[in-house]
């Protein structure tokens, strides 16, 4: 119990400090707009990274309890996440539902989205397509979602998991600037959940291969 409220003390701190920056970088953002457009070009671009950062970090904070768990029907809830991002002009696709599993599961569904996302952005992202699936048992709930890329090797699972890292940044220049928190972030929300996010080696593309599994 110490050790969680110390965690909770210091992620308070660390979102308050994160909210209290967005202020004068709005007014940095402001002040570059009165300049020499080809100086402050960099400038502004640095500025935007920063409010990103700091937004992905409070988004972090928030926390991975929020919102009330929900009874929704799994696939169907995967299946709305997947056509937003397929209208989102991502490459995903939804496999059938598998396993004999029937009924409803108890879900934080904002939280469960955004968990969701991230293992899709990050599958198209380092990959040029995702699959997504759904498993549901007596038991179990298992959120599959699958890419063509070069994957994770196992030894650096552990590794891409934690806040703020990312691997091979020059595997990555060209992918666009993460801040490293997508895996964390989806990691705490499927133990929210009582459950895992679980890394392992795409059969079907090759790729990456994360599920998040939660009991029911
Ligand atoms: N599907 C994937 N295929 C290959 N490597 C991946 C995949 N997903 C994540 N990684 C590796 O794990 C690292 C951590 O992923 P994570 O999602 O936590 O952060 P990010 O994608 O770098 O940034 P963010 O998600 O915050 O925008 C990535 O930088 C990348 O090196
Ligand atoms: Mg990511």
Same mark, same amino acid.
Request: glycine fraction near 16%; avoid cysteine; hydrophobic fraction near 35%.
């Given at each position: 119990a110490r050790i969680e409220r110390q965690i909770e003390q210091r992620t308070l701190m660390l979102s308050g400090v994160s909210h209290d920056l967005r202020t004068p970088l709005t007014r940095m953002r402001l002040g570059l707009s009165m300049i020499n457009e080809e100086d402050a070009a960099p400038l502004l671009a640095d500025v935007d990274d920063m409010q990103r950062m700091l937004d992905e970090f409070l988004n972090f904070a928030k926390g991975a309890a929020e919102g009330e768990p929900e009874k929704v029907a799994p696939h169907? %809830?995967? *299946?709305?996440?997947?056509?937003?991002? +397929?209208?989102? #002009?991502?490459? !995903?696709? $939804?496999?059938?539902?598998?396993?004999?599993?029937?009924g409803m599961v108890k879900l934080r569904k904002v939280a469960m989205r955004r968990a969701v996302d991230n293992l899709i952005s990050n599958a198209v992202r380092y990959g040029?397509?995702?699959?997504?699936?759904?498993?549901?048992?007596?038991?179990?709930?298992?959120?599959?979602?699958?890419?063509?890329?070069?994957?994770?090797?196992?030894?650096?699972?552990?590794?891409?998991?934690?806040? %703020?890292? *990312?691997?091979?940044?020059?595997?990555? +220049?060209?992918? #666009?600037?993460? !801040?490293? $928190?997508?895996?964390?972030?989806?990691?705490?929300?499927?133990?929210?959940?009582?459950?895992?996010?679980?890394?392992?080696?795409?059969?079907?593309?090759?790729?990456?291969?994360?599920d998040i599994v939660i009991a029911r």
């Open positions: 169907g %809830f995967v *299946r709305a996440i997947v056509e937003d991002a +397929q209208r989102g #002009g991502r490459q !995903v696709a $939804l496999l059938p539902p598998e396993g004999t599993g029937e040029s397509q995702a699959e997504v699936s759904v498993m549901l048992s007596d038991r179990t709930l298992r959120i599959r979602v699958e890419d063509d890329g070069p994957g994770i090797p196992e030894e650096r699972r552990d590794e891409a998991t934690r806040p %703020f890292s *990312r691997l091979d940044p020059a595997r990555n +220049q060209d992918k #666009g600037g993460g !801040v490293g $928190l997508g895996l964390a972030i989806a990691s705490d929300i499927a133990r929210a959940h009582g459950g895992v996010l679980r890394l392992g080696e795409s059969a079907r593309l090759g790729g990456l291969r994360a």
